[in-house]
């Protein structure tokens, strides 16, 4: 079991940046994929970005691609370990609940670990 906390989220306008934060309670993402996925009311979940922790390869989806970026920060107290999720040029079309997951696979998943999920509105 992996316990994924999400924070960073809020309101900014167009073109503005945001930083989300995903942590792992407890435990390290050294053998997992952590990714971001967003949702809107009515709509399915989909992919934003990931990123295979041992490796620091990333993929994103076409939407994001040249604004966002996913990063970590690698620590000896598993506590510690963050991805991050930096979050530039945002549009209206960005606002969503921002979810972290992880998956002992690769990006593609299935992801079988998710957070709360965090707000990210945009206003344009």
């Known amino acids: 079991q992996v316990q994924l906390v999400e924070s960073g989220g809020g309101w900014v306008q167009a073109v503005g940046s945001l930083r989300l934060f995903c942590a792992a309670c407890?435990?390290?993402?050294?053998?997992?994929?952590v990714g971001w996925f967003r949702q809107t009311p009515g709509k399915e979940r989909e992919f934003v970005a990931a990123?295979?922790?041992?490796?620091?390869?990333?993929?994103?989806?076409?939407a994001v691609k040249g604004r966002f970026t996913i990063s970590r920060t690698i620590s000896r107290d598993n506590a510690k370990n963050t991805v991050y999720l930096q979050m530039n040029s945002l549009k209206p079309e960005d606002t969503a609940r921002y979810y972290c997951?992880?998956?002992?696979?690769?990006?593609?998943?299935?992801?079988?670990?998710w957070g709360q999920g965090t707000q990210v509105t945009v206003s344009s």
């Open positions: 997951a992880a998956t002992p696979r690769g990006v593609t998943g299935p992801y079988a670990w």
């Open positions: 407890g435990r390290s993402f050294s053998s997992y994929t």
């Open positions: 990123i295979i922790w041992s490796a620091a390869s990333t993929d994103y989806a076409d």
